[in-house]
């Protein structure tokens, strides 16, 4: 529960980042193109899962849009923030498909 729970605060991390970026770049997020992008902002953010126990795994932006997804270890569950033109959805998933840790409802909302 604990990596899972680095992994949430981490995915929102990169969110509250994805926001500053938009800011900065005419309300798009069309540049940030990869965790490492948003790590070159947000020093905190990790991108490997070499020392912690989650890491920003994905990292994708468009005009309107973009999808972050961060990854609990040694788990492997994934939580993932999606904005598609201002509706933001939370998704966790399991590699079991089973109910564990942070993740209540594998495919479910967290």
Not at 34 to 61: R, V, W
Not at 66 to 84: H, K, L, M, Q, W
Not at 99 to 108: E, F, I, S
């Amino acid at each position: 529960k604990a990596s899972d729970a680095s992994a949430k605060e981490l995915v929102r991390t990169a969110q509250t980042t994805m926001e500053t970026a938009a800011t900065d770049n005419n309300g798009s997020y069309a540049l940030m193109t990869s965790p490492e992008k948003l790590a070159e902002i947000e020093k905190t953010i990790p991108t490997t899962a070499s020392t912690t126990s989650a890491y920003l795994s994905a990292a994708k932006g468009e005009a309107t849009g973009y999808t972050v997804t961060a990854t609990a270890e040694p788990s492997g569950d994934t939580f993932t923030i999606t904005n598609a033109e201002g509706a933001v959805t939370h998704v966790c998933e399991t590699p079991t498909k089973k109910a564990a840790g942070g993740c209540p409802v594998p495919g479910g909302s967290w």
